[in-house]
């Protein structure tokens, strides 16, 4: 017994050793298992196709920077993820198959200059999930972690901050996905949307467009050129013009000069086969000019560096040939680098900056600057050029500094009609290190006291000598909006002032700087403009021509936008290249009004949230002017009477489909379309 017992006992371990071998094994088999299953649940952002990214620079890259080095951020180095250039937009399709979506975001370690600022977003269906906040060049990475279940389409964002996008290469560090059961997850192209032409075709009978107030000073060269759609020929009229105008009625011209300060109500006529068309016109000879935003074209957002004399005179030709000229289109003007550059090595920038007199001489691309205006001139258009009240102009060609007097009498003697004013190299003579500038405010003088001295100073110079010529000459300050130029623009003479750094063609620059004009609105009116700079519609592309990158409803906005608030209106655009949807775009003449309204009231935010925004002015018929803009996924978006301050039934009209609605009790709503607006008058 004992030794059966022995025998008994002597088994037992065995068979629990064998026990503990067996669940140790399972256990193994099971870890295994699982590990296998985890790594299978496992998407790393890195291994789906980047190159559906839209990013606003260079390419995007797997497991690198954005310049191709190992990615690092605030010192700390990462094997996986993905290298990015703000702005930056990366769809994608995770189709509910997603548990969660991880990262550590930030600055990429190549960069360590001061000029980087970028904010990370995560959107889900529409919806904004998280957002990093500003983050700078070497801050460490932060970390993000979010639940995705039900979430269809994901959008990964990498936004300039602040100013433009130069330095900010944003990294998207370990990036990925938990997967629900080894789901597959894509990335996916931004969704195309339809180039849908709302404006509807002009009647072939006549119908006279383009501002009704016009201001001219005594005495100066006048040049108004009646707008108007309709079949031609065309025969124009005008009664009650003053003395010193007359009418070429094949043209519809008004030219010659009134010597009498007054306001004198005029009627315009046109006429053709079909019909004709009558429209009151005010023209107030006094100090102001500009009493409505000046509608035109500039070349610096198409051409850049490369603009030529030839250029300019296409955009001209193509402004009547396109029909523009006929919804008040009226501005031609050559931005930078028509004068000769400090030292570039392309033989047309290269010669003498002035003549042994001091005047100012074109480069060879422009070799006859008078006749270039004339040309201008003679197709019922106006004409504008670029200066810096520094040495050199952003571009480092020829500016104004110390020629001032000299150079506001050449454009004169020119017939320039538009003086855009940048202050690029002057912030060397604001910073007191210019020698020849002894008498001139600096901001070291200024502590900060009066600093809006030392901004206005050189603007207050030219503004006093353009003044002086025998011309009307609309004067544009262009300083990035620095101390606030709204508050003290029109007190040197300022006809509008930029308001804002530069534009660039993606939704976020046109965002960011279009939904934050409120401060300036009070400053806003006739004869002085905020300027959120030219318009990013059409071929556009400094000097590397491309269809912007905004989609069909982002330039619907960008009109909308621009028009409530009463900005000055300067297309970007190869003007030889004009396509349908563009035209569409810049030839709507109920949007156009809203611009060009006579009250020049600047639209402001009546209310807003996350993702819609109401914006609201006041027009001279009593009437208003209201946009409601989706900011994110396609919504309803409503607009309470209340909020407009006026109540009962009230007609909506749609501007850009140029229809009535109807009448609406207390509020109205529309199905707004992503980034895009429904524009509407109210009464
Ligand atoms: C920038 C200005 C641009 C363009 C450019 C020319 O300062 O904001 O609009 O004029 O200079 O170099």
């Not at 198409?302 to 296409?314: N, Q």
């Not at 396509?579 to 109920?590: H, K």
Request: charged share 20%; net charge neutral; with cysteine.
């Amino acid at each position: 017994m004992t030794n059966s017992n022995l025998k008994i006992n002597a088994g037992r371990p065995a068979l629990i050793r064998s026990r503990i071998i067996f669940v140790f094994l399972l256990c193994c088999w099971l870890l295994a298992l699982n590990v296998s299953r985890v790594e299978a649940d496992i998407v790393w952002l890195d291994e789906l196709d980047l190159s559906l990214t839209t990013q606003s620079w260079a390419e995007p890259h797997k497991n690198q920077s954005v310049d191709g080095h190992g990615l690092s951020i605030g010192g700390q180095t990462f094997k996986r993820g993905f290298g990015t250039h703000c702005d930056s937009v990366l769809y994608v399709n995770v189709n509910s198959n997603a548990r969660s979506f991880s990262a550590s975001v930030g600055v990429d370690g190549e960069v360590n200059s001061p000029r980087a600022s970028v904010e990370f977003f995560v959107r889900g269906d529409g919806k904004e999930l998280w957002r990093s906040g500003v983050m700078r060049a070497g801050e460490p990475a932060k970390p993000v972690t979010l639940e995705l279940t039900g979430v269809k389409t994901l959008i990964l964002e990498a936004n300039a901050a602040s100013g433009g996008i130069g330095a900010d290469h944003a990294d998207w560090a370990d990036a990925r996905f938990d997967v629900v059961d080894g789901a597959r997850i894509a990335t996916m192209a931004v969704p195309v949307e339809p180039a849908v032409i709302l404006t509807p075709a002009a009647s072939p009978k006549p119908r006279i467009n383009g501002a009704k107030v016009f201001g001219v000073r005594p005495s100066s060269p006048f040049l108004y050129t009646i707008a108007a759609t309709g079949d031609r020929p065309m025969t124009f009229g005008a009664s009650d013009l003053p003395a010193g105008l007359q009418l070429d009625p094949q043209t519809g011209r008004i030219t010659g000069s009134i010597s009498r300060a007054g306001e004198y109500s005029v009627t315009l006529h046109a006429k053709n086969a079909l019909g004709s068309a009558k429209s009151k016109f005010k023209i107030v000879v006094g100090d102001k000019i500009a009493l409505t935003p000046p509608m035109g074209w500039n070349s610096w957002n198409c051409f850049a560096s490369a603009v030529s004399e030839e250029k300019v005179k296409a955009a001209a030709e193509a402004m009547v040939r396109s029909g523009l000229i006929n919804h008040g289109w009226t501005y031609v003007n050559v931005d930078d680098y028509w004068q000769n550059h400090r030292d570039s090595t392309d033989a047309t920038l290269r010669g003498p900056i002035r003549d042994p007199r001091g005047n100012i001489l074109p480069n060879a691309r422009f070799p006859d600057m008078k006749g270039m205006i004339d040309y201008i001139h003679s197709l019922g258009l106006k004409a504008g050029l670029y200066s810096s009240p520094g040495p050199w102009t952003c571009g480092g060609c020829a500016g104004s500094w110390q020629h001032e007097a000299q150079d506001a009498a050449q454009y004169a003697a020119w017939g320039v009609d538009y003086l855009k004013y940048d202050w690029c190299s002057y912030k060397d003579i604001a910073n007191g290190k210019n020698p020849d500038a002894r008498d001139i405010p600096t901001w070291a003088e200024s502590k900060g006291t009066n600093d809006q001295a030392v901004a206005a100073y050189p603007f207050l110079v030219m503004g006093k000598h353009l003044r002086q010529q025998n011309r009307d000459i609309v004067f544009n300050l262009c300083q990035y909006g620095m101390k606030d130029v709204w508050e003290w623009g029109a007190s040197v003479n300022g006809n509008s002032w930029r308001t804002t750094s530069d534009i660039y063609e993606s939704w976020i620059s046109l965002y960011r700087i279009g939904f934050d004009q409120d401060k300036a609105a009070p400053f806003a009116g006739p004869g002085h403009w905020n300027d959120p700079d030219m318009l990013i519609v059409g071929k556009i592309g400094w000097g590397n021509l491309h269809p912007t990158h905004l989609t069909p409803n982002e330039q619907y906005t960008h009109i909308s936008l621009w028009c409530l608030l009463s900005a000055p209106l300067l297309i970007g655009c190869d003007m030889t290249q004009l396509d349908a949807f563009t035209l569409n775009l810049l030839e709507n003449d109920e949007v156009l009004a809203v611009d060009q309204d006579p009250l020049g009231q600047q639209a402001k935010t009546i209310s807003a949230t996350q993702s819609t925004c109401i914006l609201a002015k006041d027009l001279a018929d009593g009437s208003k002017a209201v946009g409601l803009f989706n900011l994110g996924e396609e919504t309803q978006v409503q607009v309470k009477w209340a909020d407009l301050g006026l109540k009962g039934k009230l007609h909506v009209r749609d501007l850009w489909r140029q229809k009535d609605f109807g009448r609406f009790k207390d509020s109205f709503s529309a199905t707004v379309p992503r980034h895009g607006v429904m524009l509407m008058r109210v009464w």
